[in-house]
Structure formats: C-alpha cells, structure tokens
C-alpha cells in the first residue's frame, strides 16, 4: 500500500470521531511505539508505561471528536494524552510511596467486612467479565490474569496485534459499562 493511499493521522482521528475501531488501532499502529517510549521515558517502569499508553488511546477514544486540526497536529494532540496520564501515573506512584503505615504490620490484615466487600467485589468482576464476548474476554484475562503483554497475546492467539489491541479496548469499555450496570462503587 503506497503512503499516497494511507488516510492522514487528522483523518484517523476524524475517523475514531465516528467510532472507527479500525482507525484507533491504525492510530495504535502509528504511534504505539513512539507513545510507549514517552510514557517510559517519564515512568521508568515498562508496566506503568503500557498502563499510561493504554489508558491515553482509551481517552483518546472519547474525546477524538474535540480534537480541532486548527490548533495543531493530531500526532501532538494524541502524544499530549499519553504525558499526561503518565504524568500523573507518577505523580499517583510518588503519592503512594510517601503515604506512612499506620498500626502494626502484623495486625493489618484484612477484617470480616473487607473480606466481605473484596469477595463481593471480585463476583461483580467475574460476572462481568463472563458477559464479555470471548474474542475480548480471553485477551483481558491473559493481559491482566496472565501478565502477557499485547505482543505476546497476539503471539500466543495467532492474531494481528492491532485486531488483539481493538478488542482489548473495546473489551475494556464494555466491561467499564457492565461494572457501572452492576453498581460497583457501590459495593465497597
């Protein structure tokens, strides 16, 4: 396919506007990479960085359609998420690091309501991901349940990265939605 035919970075994001899958992941395609090496290069850790990348394109979702061509390139516009979320994934990392222990280690296990409230918790997520089609449910469980990265998922189930990138994302969206459904927050 010659650069002549390929839609422009502006177009790809016109075109996850009007909720084109395929363009996020052509988007992913062209700046996955580039994306990562921001947010490491920030975070200094590989998962956080894979967390801030996947969580700027889950952003960059929902708000492809204030993007304004006028203000500037869409390659800034998209890598501004990513710092962004990094930035304050660190500030986040900083935050918990510096927050003290109180009480004694040995006496801070889990008491008979937060086991309660965690296993509650942890059925509305397995519910929730069992409503999940497979094609999505399987990659988020082995990315979070397995600790296999996308590349490695798209290894693994002998699928295109960017077809195994589009159902994380839409997987993760549609299991948001379930959890808001089954009232999550409130079962802490």
């Known amino acids: 396919m ?3 035919s390929q839609p422009s970075d ?3 994001v016109e075109a996850v506007a009007r909720a084109d899958e395929d363009a996020l992941a052509e988007l992913f395609d062209r700046f996955g990479k580039v994306a990562y090496g921001l947010a490491y290069k920030i975070l200094q850790d590989a998962a956080l960085a894979e967390d801030a990348v996947q969580e700027a394109f889950l ?3 929902r708000s492809a359609g204030s993007y304004r061509p006028e203000r500037g390139k ?3 516009w998209l890598l501004t998420f990513v710092h962004r979320r990094a930035v ?3 500030r986040r ?3 918990r690091r510096t927050v003290p222990v109180v009480g004694d280690p040995q006496d801070s296990g889990p ?3 937060e086991a309660v409230v965690t296993g509650s918790r942890r059925e509305i997520v397995q519910d929730a991901l069992r409503r999940l089609p497979p094609e999505q449910r399987e990659p988020i469980e ?3 349940f397995g600790g296999l990265t996308q590349s490695e998922l798209a290894e693994r189930l002998d699928q295109p990265l960017g077809t195994i990138k589009s159902r994380m994302f839409t997987g993760l969206q549609r299991l948001q939605a379930l959890l808001v459904e089954a009232d999550f927050e409130s079962a802490s």
């Open 2 to 4: 010659s650069e002549r």
């Open 10 to 12: 502006e177009a790809l």
């Open 59 to 61: 952003q960059i979702w």
């Open 74 to 76: 869409a390659s800034t």
């Open 88 to 90: 304050d994934l660190v």
């Open 93 to 95: 990392e900083e935050k």
């Open 111 to 113: 008491g008979a309501d």
């Open 142 to 144: 082995l990315a979070y």
